[in-house]
């Protein structure tokens, strides 16, 4: 609680956050991998919903500030198209390639990153979650 406020009063914080994050993904999705070396089961979907949970978190205090929950759907978009092209950016390094799976499971990070935010604002300017 005390966290997310300052976080949303700190307003260029949470977009260096935003940009690190950013920068790790980008820089995750250029590693190479030679055939078969990247088949880790359930690693791979923890890294993504993980990965862009943050990313749609951080991005939703930078942009919402605990205020504007319009601002919600903008963040919502911008992480997804950001997973995207991601995805399109895989397809140029040699062992990856772009997967429709993991555009699903990066958006159900940013869609659950959304819930976590809506519900703790709400709870904290009314003091319980609901009406």
């Keep these: 609680k005390i966290m997310i406020s300052w976080l949303e009063k700190e307003s260029a914080i949470p977009w260096v956050i935003v940009l690190c994050i950013a920068v790790f993904i980008f820089y995750v999705s250029s590693v190479s991998f030679k055939a078969g070396q990247a088949n880790y089961d359930f690693l791979p979907f923890i890294y993504h919903f993980s990965v862009f949970f943050l990313f749609g978190l951080f991005l939703m205090i930078a942009l919402a ?45 940013i869609f659950y990153a959304m819930l976590i935010y809506s519900i703790s604002i709400q709870y904290r300017k009314n003091g319980k979650i609901g009406n």
Excluded at 66 to 86: C, K, P, Q, R
């Design 65 to 109: 500030r605990g205020e504007n929950s319009a601002f919600f759907f903008l963040a919502t978009i911008i992480a997804i198209v950001y997973g995207i092209f991601d995805e399109i950016h895989q397809i140029f390094v040699p062992g990856r390639s772009a997967s429709v799976y993991d555009i699903l499971v990066d958006s159900f990070g």
